[in-house]
Each structure stands twice: as C-alpha cells, then as structure tokens.
C-alpha cells in the first residue's frame, strides 16, 4: 500500500496507479468503512483511503479534539481490506496559508444536521471538494448513515458538474442493531447497551409507517399537495402521531432526540405521510455521545406469502 502525505507524494502515487476510487474518512476506521473499500473494490479500481480529520465541519463546542486518532490502527485496517493508497493530508496541506476558498451549500444541507450543526455541511463540502481535486476520483464512496451527507455531496457534484460518480453503501449494524460509528467508542457500556433502543424504535416507527401505505395507493405517490382531502389529512395526523409516539419512547429510554422525521430522501423536506422515496432521519443524544441512524420508508410491507 502506498502511503502519501504530501500533493507531489500523491500526484506520484496516481501516476503509478491510474484512475482511482476514493473513499473519503476521517480515520478510526471500523469494519463499515471496511465495506466501502469491498464495495469500491469491486468496481474494479485501486482504491485510495483519505484520513483527514477535517477541523472545518466541527463546531466549537464540538469533539474535534477528542475525535479518535490512531494512525497505525488504521494503517493496519487498509492494509488488510486491499486498500491501494492511504492519503493522509496535513491541517496545513488542506488548508494551505492564505485558503481563502470554502463551497457553501443550502437546499439538502438547511435542515437537521444543517440546523443542528451550523457550518457542518459547509465544512465537509468544502474538504471532500479538496479531495476530489486532490485525488481526482472516478468514483467515490460514501455510507448511507450519513443520509443527509450523501445528498449534499451528490448536490455539489451535479451543481459544480464534477467529474465523479458517487456511490453509497449500505450502513452496516452491530448485531443489536446500532448503526457502526466511530463515535459509538465514546458510549459507556449502559449507554451501549441503551443504544440499541435507538435502531429498534426506528424500525417500529417504518413498519407503522409502512402499514399506512398499504392501504391507499395513491400514498405511493409523489404527489403529497392534497391537504383538503379528509383521507391525507387523517394520514398526516397518524404520521406526526406516530413521529410522536417514537420520539417519547426514545425519551424514556434516556435519549434526548435533537430531531427525528419523515422527509423526502433527496431534498431532505419534511413530509406530512410516507411515499415512494421517503425516509426517517434522527440524531439524539445519549449522555455525551449523538448518534444518527435512518432507514428508508419506501414501500408498504410485503404482503405475507401464500400459505
Ligand atoms: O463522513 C465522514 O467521515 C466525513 O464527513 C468526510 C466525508 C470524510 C468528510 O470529512
């Protein structure tokens, strides 16, 4: 594996190796940052590995110095998934003296994270821009977990029409279910345990939700401007009903939810009733540590098979 921490180390480094995918991190890696290499790897090209814990898309009072570091573990970890080049950028090489450039981004990126993260969106746009220049991908890998990153990625690659093709993959779970985060280290252990509370009442909320699609068909569609309808107005009622009911259980298992909703999976809009493309998004807070999850609202439950 070739390792580079310098703009000519990595223009030397792409020579060798010809075009690239990229997958994007910010080190301590874990077994779905894994996935992503697999994923990228079986595409067909070298994949190159960028650490950089970006100081741009943390807030203040956020753990950018806390944020977990262990380059060797990490070294360890693309080693052994197939990783073809480790790019690992100095503060000062991605910002170098005089930076005066940053990518400001608003549609996907105003709510949720956006909103409860000031600056975020602008911080991770402006620093995976960089390493799209920096490494000039054909393609670069992001997980579903962070939904509402991947949409604000994929907007900037179609506004500023860059040259990448932008695929995503599925979050991984541990077996009780909590979405792999590098935060997940932070949880104590009856945190961790507690955590699990997080997935499952999302997976209550979808089939709840999922149940009122079956009924209408025309909740498949994306037409959601009926408001005078007694049967939508019922529906939006049982959804922010539902969205409720979610929210105190995460309550009383100890969570203190920052947001938990029904939006629209591309433009991340808040919506009254779940349709084809739609999606539940939530952070909450669990002592110290936030976790995010998400899970896709797009179909009715399938009808139970034929006995
Ligand atoms: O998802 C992350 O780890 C980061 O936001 C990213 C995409 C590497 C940008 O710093």
Request: glycine share 6%; charged share 20%.
């Amino acid at each position: 594996m070739l390792i580079a921490r310098t703009i000519e180390a990595l223009d030397a480094a792409r020579a060798a190796l010809g075009p690239l995918a990229l997958v994007p991190t910010m080190g301590a890696l874990h077994a779905g940052h894994v996935s992503l290499i697999t994923a990228a790897r079986a595409q067909g090209l070298p994949v190159a590995v960028s650490i950089f814990v970006n100081p741009l898309q943390f807030g203040p009072n956020e753990d950018f110095a806390r944020y977990p570091r262990d380059e060797e573990a990490d070294l360890a970890v693309l080693r052994a998934a197939g990783c073809a080049l480790a790019w690992l950028p100095e503060t000062s090489v991605m910002y170098p003296p005089g930076d005066a450039t940053m990518i400001e981004v608003v549609g996907p990126a105003l709510r949720w994270e956006g909103a409860a993260r000031p600056g975020h969106f602008r911080g991770v746009a402006t620093v995976v821009a960089k390493l799209f220049g920096q490494t000039r991908p054909e393609r670069a890998y992001f997980g579903e977990k962070d939904w509402q990153q991947v949409q604000v990625v994929r907007r900037m690659v179609h506004d500023l029409a860059l040259p990448v093709i932008i695929s995503t993959v599925p979050t991984l779970r541990e077996p009780d279910g909590l979405a792999m985060s590098s935060r997940n280290r932070y949880l104590a252990p009856e945190e961790r345990r507690r955590a699990a509370w997080l997935p499952a009442i999302l997976r209550d909320l979808r089939v709840e939700l999922q149940s009122m699609m079956g009924a209408d068909p025309s909740n498949d569609s994306a037409d959601d401007n009926a408001d005078n309808n007694a049967d939508d107005s019922a529906d939006n009622n049982a959804t922010k009903l539902a969205l409720a009911a979610a929210h105190t259980r995460l309550e009383a298992h100890g969570f203190k939810p920052d947001y938990l909703a029904l939006v629209d999976a591309v433009s991340l809009e808040p919506i009254a009733r779940p349709r084809a493309g739609s999606r539940l998004l939530v952070a909450a807070r669990l002592g110290t540590v936030r976790l995010l999850d998400t899970m896709s609202v797009d179909h009715p439950p399938a009808a139970p098979a034929a006995p």
